[in-house]
Each structure stands twice: as structure tokens, then as C-alpha cells.
């Protein structure tokens, strides 16, 4: 993947227009909500991550990270997004068929609890659902202005959508078996 993905560059302009609201820099504006933006997106982030994907941002725990995926057939403008878990056993996940899916799966309460899917997936399930007492005001503060940039729509975590995503996508995901 040679360019960066369109809606991945939408994503860059919205988080430029709120850092300058929050007075942060674009990388660590969404921080709160554990979406910490790589720019320029980044190849090879772990040696877990995919070779064909470029990763946009981290969770900052644990390695956890999210990429766009390469496959044939897909314009710069769709793909989809990989969160990779070096410290779990299976070390990725294909969570959206699109960013703006993606985004929307963190609607509510950002993207750091995402990797409870692999951990405690009953307890991901509902705290993605909706509002939670848990989801700080300063997460909502930059969720907002977030969802006003992008106008993206809540989308209900779903554990069988994304293993028959991971699945679908499965043979594009090239990791190599063990650290190089």
C-alpha cells in the first residue's frame, strides 16, 4: 500500500481541526479515547503486524495497535482495518470492513477497551453499547467534535461480524510465524 488510504486522510484533517480546539498535536489529540494517530501512517510497526498494511494509530497499552489492511480489488478510499495484539495469542483481528465502521464501533466510549474482544468479549459487548459512567467526560469532549468532523454513526460491536471479517480476510493477513 503505497498511498494513504482517503478516509484515513479525512481522519487526519478532522483531528487537526480538533487538536487545534483542544491545543494538542494531531498524533495525540484522540490519546484519551486510545486512538493515538501515527502521521504518516507507519509500515512494520511490530513484527506481528501485517507487511501489507500500514498502521494509523495505537492504543498505547500493550502494543495494541490498528492498520489498514491491503487486498487486490480495494480503491484508496475502503479496506479493511486490523487491530494486531502482539502480548495475545491470536495476534490479529480484522474489527471493520471500513474506518468509518472502525469509528463507529467507538462511538460511544473510544477504541482502548477494543482489545477486550480477545480477553472478556461479554464485557467489550456491553461496554460498547452505549454511554457508560466509565467513559470519561474528557473521552466524550474529544469524541464529539470527532463525530462532527466525520459524521459517523454508532455501529454495535459484534464478535460473529468480526470472525467472519478475520476470516474473509485471512489470507491476506502475511505475519511471519515468530519474530524475526
Known sequence: MS????SLLDLYKAAEVVAKQFDRTIESVF????????????QGYYW???????????????GVHYSYLDVPD????????????????QLNFVVAETLEEF?????HVGWFALEQIAYEPDWAISYFSGSHE??????????????????FKYIALDLARIDALTCKYA???RVPLEPQ
Open 74 to 89: 480495494c480503491n484508496l478510499g475502503c479496506g479493511p482495518i486490523v487491530m494486531t495484539m502482539p502480548a495475545n495469542d
Open 171 to 173: 489470507q491476506y493477513l
Open 31 to 42: 490519546d484519551p479515547c486510545g486512538l493515538i494517530l501515527n502521521s504518516p501512517p507507519l
Open 3 to 6: 498511498k494513504i488510504p482517503l
Open 48 to 62: 506481528c503486524t501485517p507487511k501489507n498494511a500500514i498502521t494509523f494509530a495505537s492504543t498505547g497499552g500493550d
Open 103 to 107: 469509528l463507529g464501533l467507538g462511538f
Open 134 to 151: 466509565e467513559a470519561k467526560t474528557y473521552q466524550q469532549d474529544r469524541l464529539l467534535p470527532l463525530r462532527n468532523e466525520l459524521n
